[in-house]
């Protein structure tokens, strides 16, 4: 074949026509769009004089549900500083964007952030892959964001490398999950034998690496190690079988209450022994995995980043108002979600309008419902002391000796 | 006629290459993306619209682009050129691979292994420590002042343009040449291509291979856009998105796929705002798109039940 | 050899819930040769609307009549709506537009339900026999005979009623069926009643075997059944039931015995080389293969 031919044919000719008239069409579209969006956000914000805040993480898809959550509380508490006056009478307003928990779509996300003036702050992810995407996007303009959801220890690394001042971490570290929950069987239970069913994402795998060294430390073994697809797998027999087979007696569920609610549902038809101990993770902490689990969920312990049983009172307002607002107990993710909120808003009431916003927010210290919010010089969210919950006839219930001697045990390693 | 269509190409051009310069970040992020799909959505045109060959597991070969990038970057000094040629390399003889082991598999029969090959991808990079398991790589950037190390947003939107571009003009080579001709004859009938002595086999696996090298490319300038590389942007839904693409658009059509690449990342983008309700609109476009034009809007290939 | 026997008998357990699902996926799948991608949102729907009911305080079997109904509807509709004015285009085309079909109803749901995984209740026998250590439960029994008893039933009506050998016809000459009278609206229009129907049987028993109702059990539940049924051999009854069972075998002991986190790659290199030796399924016939 010719090369002229090619060029001068009729039929590539047309295609290259085509080509350009559909691409005019959609830069026109596309540009057009944003610049409506944005000209009706800040007309909004300046006519009623609103703090816009922008809100992004998975909104639908399998990880909908902890994406949801986190809005929940973010969306309870907007509501409850505008009904007691707003920030210097000025009212908050929350624009959630959905990014599918996929990071190019929070890399879009961030960009559609950034270029909208009239946004404050921003709060999200709920996925540690889509906060890796979206940090060095937000970077650009360093608009302040909270991210409510993700426990990742690759976010410290790379806030510290890249000193991204304008990132806070609120969100329970792996780091500290891990280690609590491998010291409970080991140190204060005194199970040695342990199995491990955790999700295949970067929060099973997470709390994994944090728990392994520091069970062969105390003297523990690994009898079974097991993996599951986070919100794919629903029969967890093969994994529950060979876990039973394997002698353990003691599982961790290194996983999101959707998930480990079904595994421990199915216990019994796998043939794991009741004399198993089972040990749950923050995420499984939360009241959905009883329900999920049913009867079976009697006698686990669980070790969380947040107890809805917290005495405080700040607790029990939140509480009431969310079963009030959504119908059920809040979450790890709609506490998170409605702590973010409370951040910015004590940080913007902080400092009145002078000052940098994310300095403000990185300096804060106040009482939440999961326990004090301050942050370390990487923006993370600085430890509180575990609770030790037991399930006992379908509730949550807080175990105080048992709380104690893990506190004791993690102080002597 | 013609006239008209060269006014329509050279404004066109004009304003692609111009909307860096006017257009905020986000619009800028959003045609980057149609850009990052294009070759994506030309390289499973040519697979299913041209070769005629069911198959849904092109975010696999995205994905292997990406890595490819990620692991070296994160181990070497490399530049972003050689990058580009390892990712669509490694990308093509995947491929190539897989198109020759499953040869004999044929139809719906290989629509469910490409479907498999996606899933047998997440599987390793999710369990493998090369590949950052279930949280991935990042700090991928490209080395400073080398060439075609780009950090600006303006500038990922030419890089992205200049594959895109480079995709199509091959796509339209390979159909005007001899070997094009032979794809659509094997498409049309297998038996009578095999009589004329065209070989299957190895034309399958060519195309692939092709397919391959652009979806590589395509990942590789992912992973320097993002910075970095998770196996959540490579799932399943990703393949359906780009199999969508070049039905909607039309098959065997390459403005085709190019506007379907366009159509399914725009109009989403447009109902962000609906935010709630996107999906189901969506949905029922994508409905009333495929009633009225059952071919896809640019298609004319139509083939018998 | 207690763990092999449970591994074992769980994997032939989770394989009747991908039998059941893919008989139902092979009523559309091999009479119409039409890869639905809705099938699986179809039977979400209706098994959310079941558990709607259950929750009102419907009677459980009330409400699996009414679930029963409303997927036949659904079925209809969507086929009406969505496929019928595709049936001359080529054969993808109604696949995608199916891929629309199933936004739209994971959206309702979602916005009808809310994205959370939420249990079951059902009134079926929950009771769990041990045997020599080996435990088997009531409800794998009961799901083992609803996938076998309806296989069978398909057979019998595909293959030994009026009604069936008019689909035949239809599966074989769509043109020439209308020239002979059988009335092709009407008849794919049962179809997807029927397929519908069978698609909510398989809903109820897998959120009750796996106590959980999600919007995103849809997909999954498609993607498994449309495998079996491959795996089995396109168009074949009792090939899809077949195949149904040894993809839970093959995802039982590949996780217990190789590795938890290659499920799906064991399953899909054992499903690549089943295809490699038998390019049509297990029990494929050799003409099904289309382009």
Redesign the interface.
Known sequence: ?QRSA?WS?Q??????????????V??????G??HA??QSAANGAQRAGTIEIASFGA????D??YG?SSLNGQRLAVDEINASGGIDGRKLALV???DL????QA??VA??I???KSFTAAIGPV????A??AL??FA?TGVPLIMAGDS?P?ITT?VK?HAYTFATRLSPQDSQNGPELATLAISVLHKTKIAILYS???Y???VLAAAKPVISKLGGSVAAQ????P?????F???L??I??SGADVLLLLGYY?DT??AV??L????VSPNVTLIGSDSTAQQ?FV??A?AAANGVYLVPFYSPNNPSAVNRQFVTAYEKAYGSAPTGNAVMGYQAVYTLANAMRAGGSSGDLAERIRAIDFEGPAGTVDFDANGDLKGNPATVLRVSNGKLVADQKLTIALEKALKSD | MIIAGWVVMIVGAVVVLLLPQVSSPYVLFVATEVLLYVPLAIGQNLITGNTGVLSMGHAALYGVGAYTTGVLVSHIAIGVPLTLLASAGAAALVGLGVSLTTQRIRGDYLFIVTIGLNFIFLDVVNNSTWSGAATGLFAIAPPAGGLLAVTTPARFFYLSLGVAALCVLISLAILRSRFGRAMEAVRDDPLVAATMGLKEVPIKAGIFGVAGAMAGLSGCVLAYFLGSVGPQDFNSNISLLIFEMVIIGGLGSVSGSVLGAIVLIAVPEFLRSVQEYSLGIGGVLIVVMMVLRPEGVLGSWRTAR | MITFVQQVINGAAAGSVYALLAVGYNMVYGLLGFINFAHGDLYMFSTFIVLAMVTLHVPFWGAVAVGMVAACFLGMSVERIAYRPLRTANRIAPTVSAVGVALVLENAAQVIWGPATRPFPTPLPQGLFRVDGVVITAMQIVILLTAAAIAVALRVGVYHTSWGRKLRAIRDDLPTAELVGISVNRLVSSVYAVGAALGLISGVLFAAYYNSVYVTMGLTGTLNAFTAAVLGGIGSIGGSFAGGLALGLLQSLGAGYISSGYQNTITFVVLIVVLLLRPNGMFGKLTAARA
Do not use: H, W
């Not at chain 1, 959609?26 to 540009?31: D, E, N, P, Y």
């Not at chain 1, 909104?59 to 399998?62: A, H, K, S, V």
């Not at chain 1, 097991?226 to 697809?229: L, N, P, Q, W």
């Open positions: 074949m090619f044919s039929s590539a000719f047309r295609t290259l026509g085509r080509l350009s008239l559909v691409g005019l959609a830069v026109g579209g596309t540009a769009s944003a969006g944005n909104l639908t898809g399998p909908a549900v949801v959630q964007y959905d928990c996929e990071p190019t890399a879009i960009s559609k950034i270029s909208n996925c540690s892959a889509d890796l995407a060095p996007i650009r990742a690759q790379m490398e295949e994402d970067d099973g795998q997470g097991e993996s599951y697809t919100s794919t797998t629903k029969d027999t093969p994994q079988t060979k039973a087979g959707s609610g079904i549902s199915q019994a038809r796998a043939g959905p329900t999920l049913g």
